[in-house]
């Protein structure tokens, strides 16, 4: 059974930090794409970054310089550290796999529960 | 980066009933589009990928259609359950990823 399980969610103050984890079981982090998507309180959802199984990590223009994913092959882990936090990074944060296929089309098949982050002094 | 616009935002349809909700990207996004569908508290649930392909699981009420920049997400035969909101996502501009806003469907 695949299983993805984020923690590390909190309330933190503006310009802090925070480290998110998503453990996995029922398949091999590092021979996947794996995702960070995120969901304001009462908004829509917004892809965050993604760590390639070759290394490769790629982040949206409004967490790029202050969030930085990466992954424990031997804990079979994705991580996403947060920095220089700010009200608007508020929000749910999901890890997501990334299925994708030899044609290119791609899609997130597997979501963890999530972790809420609140910013806020 | 490719915007991706939903309409309607939010919808109401009795038990039974056929909804179609469409989406529409900034550019060609050829058949690189996804459907989720995500309730409460929950995480977003695939339904759709390549634009008309049912994820394993899905009912078949669930349909999807479309290419290049117009899209359209049709729930046949609505059920109580599939009250939710519903996202469209395109996995054409890779890896910048982006979602539409959302349509919430209540069931009356």
């Known amino acids: 059974e695949v299983k993805l399980v984020e923690s590390g969610g909190g309330l933190i103050q503006p310009g802090g930090s925070l480290r998110l984890s998503c453990a996995v079981s029922?398949?091999?982090?590092?021979?996947?794409?794996m995702n960070w998507v995120r969901q304001a309180p009462g908004k829509g959802l917004e892809w965050v970054s993604v760590?390639?199984?070759?290394?490769?990590?790629f982040y949206a223009d409004s967490v790029k310089g202050r969030f930085t994913i990466s992954r424990d092959n031997s804990k079979n882990t994705v991580s996403l550290q947060l920095n220089s936090l700010r009200a608007e990074d508020t929000a749910v944060y999901y890890c997501?796999?990334?299925?994708?296929?030899?044609?290119?089309?791609?899609?997130?098949?597997?979501w963890g529960q999530g972790t809420l982050v609140i910013v806020s002094s | 980066d490719v915007q991706m616009t939903q309409s309607p935002s939010s919808l109401s349809a009795s038990v039974g009933d056929t909804v179609t909700i469409t989406c529409r990207a900034s550019?060609?996004?050829?058949?690189?589009l996804n459907w989720y569908q995500q309730k409460p508290g929950i995480a977003p649930k695939l339904l759709i990928y390549?634009?008309?392909t049912l994820q394993s699981g899905v009912p078949s009420r669930f349909s999807g259609s479309g290419s290049g920049t117009d899209f359209t997400l049709t729930i046949s035969s609505l059920q109580p359950e599939d009250c939710a909101t519903y996202y469209c996502?395109?996995?054409?501009?890779?890896?910048?990823?982006?979602f539409g806003q959302g349509t919430k469907l209540e069931i009356k």
């Open positions: 760590i390639y199984s070759g290394g490769n990590t």
């Open positions: 029922g398949f091999t982090v590092s021979n996947n794409y």
């Open positions: 390549a634009a008309s």
């Open positions: 996502q395109q996995s054409y501009s890779t890896p910048q990823y982006t």
């Open positions: 550019q060609s996004i050829s058949s690189y």
């Open positions: 997501a796999r990334e299925n994708i296929y030899s044609s290119g089309w791609t899609h997130f098949d597997y």
